[in-house]
């Protein structure tokens, strides 16, 4: 991410004045484009993406919509307390009801291939097995519609059982990317291949740069996950909570690489 002192200075197009400018086309920045776009109609909102739309980890997943965080629920609660873990998993429940219900679940289905068939986390150590079941009677508490099986399904030998999360759900994710920005209002603008490579402070003004113009902000949003740190150093990742010398962790067994199962 680096551009020369001539390659900036000339070739630049008209530089628009908008309200907000969004760095990064994937699944952050659009959401934040079609909410804020919905909420105020009037603001003028652009979306400056480096490659194409979900170029990112956006358009790389599973496509998997689960709840909780990257980890089992009850290292959650180990690292951030009870209340801040049930904070987590609801919010990220809400998130995806919330999508269901404001584009319809017909609607989904055809766009994007959503289905709702549920979710297995599954256990490829005992010790991880333990840590999974741990998770188990907390979250029904919660309502969340869980349940441990020892004996799994056809493929899964070798792991020693799997929780069943029935409420979580699947989705084409450039698909959804690019219905999320066929949606958003006309008051937003999304430019594919428009690198960022700065940001001013022009006489109290913002002047986000990139190779084609300069556009004249009143503010920033980044959606640029690992990729903040290009931009602004002081974004580089850090390791949330770190980890403690006493977790216990071994090497994970050879699994059958044959079948298509995905495990934490």
Known sequence: MSVS???????????PEVDVTIIGGGLSGLSTAYWLSKKDPALKIIVLEKGLVGNGASGRNAGFITCGSTDHFSNMTSSYG???AEEIWKF?????????????LEKLNEKCEYRRLGSWTLASSKHEAKVIKKSIAPLKKQGVDVEWKDTIFKGSEGFYGGAHYKDDGEIHPVKYLWHLAISTGRNVQIMENSEVFGIDDVDGSLVVRTAKKRVFTEAVILCTNAWSSQLFPWCTPRQSPPPKPDDEASPCERLNQSNRINSN
Do not use: I, R
């Open 5 to 15: 002192y001539w390659q900036d200075t000339v070739g630049l197009a008209t530089s």
């Open 82 to 84: 009870k209340d801040k």
């Open 92 to 104: 990220t429940e809400y998130n995806h009801n919330l999508m269901v219900e404001e584009f319809g």
